[in-house]
T-cell receptor, first 115, second 114 residues
Framework: NAGVMQNPRHLVRRRGQEARLRCSPM?????VYWYRQLPEEGLKFMVYLQKENIIDESGMPKERFSAEFPKEGPSILRIQQVVRGDSAAYFC?????????????FGDGTRLSIL | AQSVTQLDSHVSVSEGTPVLLRCNYSSSYSPSLFWYVQHPNKGLQLLLKYTSAATLVKGINGFEAEFKKSETSFHLTKPSAHMSDAAEYFCVVTLYSSASKIIFGSGTRLSIRP
């Protein structure tokens, strides 16, 4: 029973390149959440998606960042024209239902480094 | 508005002694509260959750937490620390019916002295 799978685990990009982070939720989970964690800080909510729908993107930067969760395949967090400040750990979580009393299950994260 | 405050950024205890990690929250509605643990270079693992049932919640690895509405606290405790407990711990509050409004505390790093 695989958990939340994120890949790659580590990603290095140069300034101006694009970064694509993938997340496959747990089996049976249709709700996906993306978080960003800066060094020595907690997680900051970015976006909440269900299959083919963005439910809440209030935590997403207005530019360069986008997310999708297609009907088939993993959820993708895409960062265009990366800058040094995008260096962080990005975590994906999934849950079986939309209500907040359901715990989220987390992947091991993608550590993005910008040169 | 809701918020969560972890009162200690770093706690150090000796192996075999009790652990107390403090968390206070602020919420206009009945909150759901969680504690997660994060080991280095890993994701977050759920330790326990409170969702308006029993106020004393037992979790994995011997941890437990007590929801005290009058004090707006949800402190995490363990009677006897083990070396493997060294990690970062996050207190999380969510607003029921709004799955995306999830607030993480800034974390408490727990160190265990031999």
């Amino acid at each position: 029973n695989a958990g939340v799978m994120q890949n790659p685990r580590h990603l290095v990009r140069r300034r101006g390149q694009e970064a694509r982070l993938r997340c496959s939720p747990m089996k049976g989970h249709s709700h996906v959440y993306w978080y960003r964690q800066l060094p020595e800080e907690g997680l900051k909510f970015m976006v909440y998606l269900q299959k083919e729908n963005i439910i809440d993107e209030s935590g997403m930067p207005k530019e360069r960042f986008s997310a999708e969760f297609p009907k088939e395949g993993p959820s993708i967090l895409r960062i265009q024209q990366v800058v040094r400040g995008d260096s962080a750990a990005y975590f994906c979580a999934s849950s079986p239902a939309e209500y907040s009393n359901q715990p989220q299950h987390f992947g091991d994260g993608t550590r993005l480094s910008i040169l | 508005a809701q918020s969560v405050t972890q009162l200690d950024s770093h706690v150090s205890v000796s192996e075999g002694t009790p652990v107390l990690l403090r968390c206070n929250y602020s919420s206009s509605y009945s909150p759901s509260l969680f504690w997660y643990v994060q080991h280095p270079n890993k994701g977050l693992q759920l330790l326990l959750k409170y969702t308006s049932a029993a106020t004393l919640v037992k979790g994995i690895n011997g941890f437990e937490a007590e929801f005290k509405k009058s004090e707006t606290s949800f402190h995490l405790t363990k009677p006897s620390a083990h070396m493997s407990d060294a990690a970062e711990y996050f207190c999380v509050v969510t607003l029921y019916s709004s799955a995306s409004k999830i607030i993480f505390g800034s974390g408490t790093r727990l160190s265990i002295r031999p």
